[in-house]
């Protein structure tokens, strides 16, 4: 059985004020033309589907259209667990119709039972222990359910534990072992654009605690692509696209794992296009940075500008950049020398009228009606003599 590992594709998350859903349109794309030409026969994706619990429609829109033509009608079964951005009930409210389509959504998981699946395509059966994203206050819920009392007083990581030994009860020597997760394993290594609160500590999960006998472990949450430290046979696909600059370092993959009931898996690292990469310039002055622009203006990419001035950068300079060079979505200044009296002067070079107009056009990316800076300004006025 060919089985295809993805995760965290936060579908709908932005890079500053910039929508990221062209990539991940484009991503999509590539993952359908991977598991077309290697005939993926299931695929699992660990959770963080979307970026925020309420995801905009175009959003969601793209996640079902993404199931549709991954599931192939019905005919190539899909996976997909909630991660700690999504919200479980909200990604699993479709799970009843997408079912029909041989899609399964697991949001929460209630009790042990609902935490394994048992699929049956081309002669062979797959049982895949499930795991979405687990808080500690979920957790607590399965063991109370259970009168598991002890299993309270247990640590994080132990709780997991617990309930993968549990659900590692429905593995069979003449099936294909599977599990999913989303959560942080110990020694993982991050990107630094992960949500810090589940990193470490008490939700840092061992690696013993993951079950023994599964022949291949797929996990969510970290966004670049390793295996699990004192493993073999768990992985952390990463996300599919470059979500900050911090994860410029590294290519962005999926996992795919060759696997027959009681071997050894053999897996493989595919590589996706970078369909818009992040970059940093670092430019030695504000002309520099002017040259870089207009050098590189053509450039499909999402510019980080660090600029070496002596000098607060002007509206004007940087209105320039950005006509130069569209996507730079941010400039930094590194003051080398710089004086109270030189912010003033700087402060003074433009009235408020100047300062008025200049914003609402970079903001809005229109220029202001006589009306508007008139109403502005009288607004302005009033405020100063109360």
């Known amino acids: 059985?060919?089985?295809?590992?993805?995760?965290?594709?936060?579908?709908?998350?932005?890079?500053?004020?910039?929508?990221?859903?062209?990539?991940?349109?484009?991503?999509?794309?590539?993952?359908?033309?991977?598991?077309e030409s290697r005939q993926v026969d299931l695929i699992l994706i660990a959770g963080d589907v979307y970026d925020t619990a309420n995801p905009p429609a175009e959003a969601e829109h793209l996640f079902y259209r993404s199931l549709l033509r991954l599931s192939d009608g019905g005919r190539r079964p899909v996976v997909v667990i909630a991660g700690n951005h999504d919200s479980p009930e909200r990604l699993a409210a479709a799970g009843t119709l997408a079912a029909q389509i041989g899609v399964f959504i697991i949001g929460l998981q209630r009790n042990f039972a609902d935490g394994a699946l048992e699929l049956s395509l081309n002669g062979e059966t797959a049982v895949i222990l499930t795991m979405p994203y687990p808080s500690e206050k979920r957790l607590n819920e399965v063991f109370a359910g259970q009168n598991q009392q002890e299993e309270l007083q247990k640590s994080y990581s132990e709780k997991i534990g617990g309930m993968f030994t549990r659900l590692s009860e429905k593995y069979r020597d003449d099936t294909i072992n599977l599990a999913m997760g989303h959560f942080y394993v110990r020694g993982g290594e991050s990107s630094g654009s992960e949500r810090e609160i589940q990193l470490g500590g008490s939700y840092a999960v061992d690696p013993a605690a993951l079950p023994s006998k599964a022949q291949y472990i797929a996990m969510g949450h970290l966004h670049r692509p390793q295996s699990v430290a004192g493993t073999k046979r768990a992985f952390y696909s990463g996300s599919p696209i470059q979500y900050s600059k911090s994860e410029i370092g590294y290519a962005k993959c999926v996992y795919l794992a060759e696997?027959?009931?009681?071997?050894?898996?053999?897996?493989?690292?595919?590589?996706?296009?970078?369909?818009?990469?992040?970059?940093?310039?670092?430019?030695?002055?504000?002309?520099?940075?002017?040259?870089?622009?207009?050098?590189?203006?053509?450039?499909?990419?999402?510019?980080?500008?660090?600029?070496?001035?002596?000098?607060?950068?002007?509206?004007?300079?940087?209105?320039?950049?950005?006509?130069?060079?569209?996507?730079?979505?941010?400039?930094?200044?590194?003051?080398?020398?710089?004086?109270?009296?030189?912010?003033l002067e700087a402060e003074e070079e433009k009235s408020l009228e100047e300062e008025f107009r200049d914003f609402y056009q970079e903001t809005r990316g229109a220029v202001p009606t006589e009306n508007l800076v008139s109403c502005f300004l009288s607004l302005s006025a009033g405020e100063d003599e109360l």
């Open 259 to 343: 696997i027959h009931p009681g071997g050894e898996p053999e897996i493989e690292k595919i590589y996706l296009r970078n369909y818009k990469p992040v970059e940093v310039w670092k430019a030695q002055s504000v002309q520099d940075a002017l040259e870089l622009c207009e050098r590189h203006a053509a450039e499909n990419t999402w510019v980080f500008m660090e600029i070496k001035t002596d000098k607060p950068l002007l509206p004007s300079e940087i209105k320039l950049m950005k006509s130069l060079k569209k996507d730079i979505v941010e400039i930094c200044p590194l003051l080398e020398a710089f004086g109270a009296d030189m912010l």
């Open 1 to 35: 059985m060919r089985i295809l590992h993805t995760s965290d594709w936060h579908l709908g998350k932005h890079l500053e004020m910039y929508s990221r859903l062209p990539e991940q349109e484009e991503f999509i794309g590539e993952l359908v033309e991977i598991v």
